[in-house]
């Protein structure tokens, strides 16, 4: 079949997408005895290379693969606990993540108290409240971290250790656990070591600057660059204490550039490979939380 055939077959098979995905599914369901108590979700998105004005969804947006430059497609994957598709829809390039959740569940028609597993980027108070009216049960990665001082310790099936403390009940009667993983402290930690490396490098390459001759020395000029610096590197930027020091027969021109790198206390760069997972299925016992969420991370 040539491909200009094949895409012509795939535009005829679109209007049919969502009763064909149901009944293979369903088919599999049959044959295989899967498990639709565990619904894994996420989104990604892919850029077009030119324009795509004609394409009402190509927008801009957060590209995955670094290219925000282009028009942009999302795509939402509802897939069960073995790795299957139960659903995928595609949405604008600018939609947000956590506008999705609820629009691809509903329809999904998922059984109820079906274990719902986020990727922290789509979690918001708003999801968990909808999901939580919605009679699901989920299970997502917080944005806090924090530290462990009684730790217990759990092999996964890929063999590797995770270090696990369940934390105290907050008002909202979720399970929360505190996790650590060394491999992932190592991949964190040299993530923000580059991180840093670079950023220190431009921050001393305007310092040194400032004492030559024909160098950029006016303060809103460098204040500009090193708000770039900041963008480009959000990462550890937030960190930083960065300063001029005025020259004093001129005030608007600088001789001096002075920073100070102090974590904040509860950070990927002073905790790495921590993470918190929280959910509401409080009927299952911690041990059996970890493992469901690691093949989204």
């Given at each position: ?5 094949l ?22 369901d049959e044959s ?7 619904a894994l979700?996420?989104l ?8 795509a004005t004609?394409?009402?969804m ?5 590209s ?5 430059d282009?028009?942009?497609?999302t ?27 609820a ?18 980027g ?11 009216a919605?009679?699901?049960r ?5 944005k806090?971290?924090s530290r462990?001082?009684?730790?217990q310790?759990?092999?996964t ?7 696990w ?8 009667g ?5 996790c ?17 490396t670079?950023?220190e490098?431009a921050?001393a390459k ?14 809103r000029?460098l ?9 480009r590197y ?25 920073y100070e790198?102090?974590?904040d206390?509860a950070?990927?760069a002073a ?12 009927d299952?016992?911690?041990?059996a ?9």
């Amino acid at each position: 079949m040539s491909l200009k055939r094949l895409y012509q077959v795939a535009d005829r098979l679109l209007p049919l997408q969502a009763g064909l995905e149901a009944q293979i599914y369903q088919r599999l369901d049959e044959s295989l005895g899967l498990n639709s108590q565990i619904a894994l979700y996420d989104l990604t998105n892919t850029y077009f290379e030119g324009l795509a004005t004609t394409v009402p969804m190509a927008q801009r947006g957060h590209s995955k693969q670094k290219r925000s430059d282009a028009p942009l497609l999302t795509l939402a994957l509802v897939l069960d606990g073995q790795g299957f598709v139960r659903r995928s829809q595609v949405f604008a390039g600018n939609v947000g993540e956590h506008s999705t959740l609820a629009q691809m569940l509903g329809a999904l028609q998922a059984a109820p108290g079906a274990l719902v597993v986020l990727d922290r980027g789509i979690v918001s108070q708003a999801n968990l409240d909808w999901l939580k009216a919605q009679g699901y049960r989920y299970l997502v990665m917080s944005k806090q971290r924090s530290r462990l001082d009684q730790p217990q310790t759990l092999t996964t099936a890929g063999q590797a250790t995770v270090q696990w403390q369940q934390l105290p009940a907050e008002k909202d009667g979720d399970i929360r656990l505190a996790c650590h993983s060394p491999e992932r402290a190592k991949k964190e930690s040299a993530m923000t070591a580059l991180a840093r490396t670079r950023l220190e490098t431009a921050l001393a390459k305007i310092h040194a600057g400032l004492s030559k001759p024909r160098a950029q020395k006016k303060l809103r000029d460098l204040w500009q660059r090193i708000g770039r610096l900041k963008q480009r590197y959000s990462s550890v930027a937030q960190h930083y204490q960065i300063d001029l020091d005025v020259d004093p027969g001129d005030p608007e021109k600088a001789i001096a550039l002075r920073y100070e790198y102090a974590p904040d206390a509860a950070s990927k760069a002073a905790l790495p490979g921590h993470y918190v997972l929280r959910s509401n299925a409080t009927d299952l016992a911690p041990e059996a939380l970890w493992p469901d969420l690691h093949p989204a991370h």
